[in-house]
């Protein structure tokens, strides 16, 4: 009777970190956020970009918010957005011009919905009259699969081969 009640406790015992990987690998985010801020950035625009973004699935509406800061003020900044294919923003469309009346901080949701699976980007271009331009991504994480963590597509290198190389090397004459 011992040895059979031994048994079950070595079998549910090691059944236990199963169950605990299992349930966390099921459990997936549901936001994201990230900024530019404290980051060193190209000459361009003098803006810096933060943002939340929420997990959906295809099919499902899902928003993300973005928010600008600048110190700059009495200027328009002009923004355009792009989209990978299968990812579509859904009306109200977010704003193409913003007055920058010394607020800092321009916060502008993106309603959107995506129609398949993966990591997916909307691309800014914001334009600053008399600052210039500067580019931002933002990625959104849409099914089970945007969580995968990609395989590296070359193997991994144990170190250098060195090929044989025929070479040929011919002097040029000087002209006089």
Same mark, same amino acid.
């Given at each position: 009777?011992?040895? $059979? ?38 000459? +361009? ?15 499902? =509406?899902? =928003? ?50 995506? &129609? ?15 600052? +210039? ?10 099914? =089970? ?21 025929? =070479? ?6 000087? &002209? $006089?």
């Amino acid at each position: 009777m011992q040895r $059979h009640l031994t048994l079950l406790l070595i079998l549910l015992i090691g059944t236990l970190p199963i169950q605990a990987m299992t349930a966390k690998t099921t459990q997936t985010p549901q936001t994201f956020e990230g900024t530019t801020k404290g980051k060193y950035s190209k000459p +361009g625009a003098p803006v810096d970009l933060s943002y939340k973004t929420t997990y959906s699935q295809p099919g499902e =509406e899902s =928003e993300a918010t973005l928010i600008f800061t600048t110190d700059h003020q009495n200027e328009v900044m002009h923004l355009q957005f792009h989209t990978n294919k299968g990812l579509t923003l859904l009306d109200p469309l977010p704003p193409q011009k913003i007055l920058l009346d010394g607020s800092r901080s321009y916060p502008v949701t993106i309603r959107y919905i995506a &129609s398949k699976e993966g990591k997916a980007f909307i691309r800014v271009r914001v334009t600053m009259e008399r600052s +210039g331009m500067r580019s931002f991504a933002v990625p959104l994480y849409i099914g =089970e699969a945007s969580l995968e963590k990609p395989h590296p597509t070359t193997p991994p290198h144990n170190g250098i081969k060195v090929l044989p190389a025929q =070479e040929q090397i011919i002097p040029l004459k000087r &002209s $006089h």
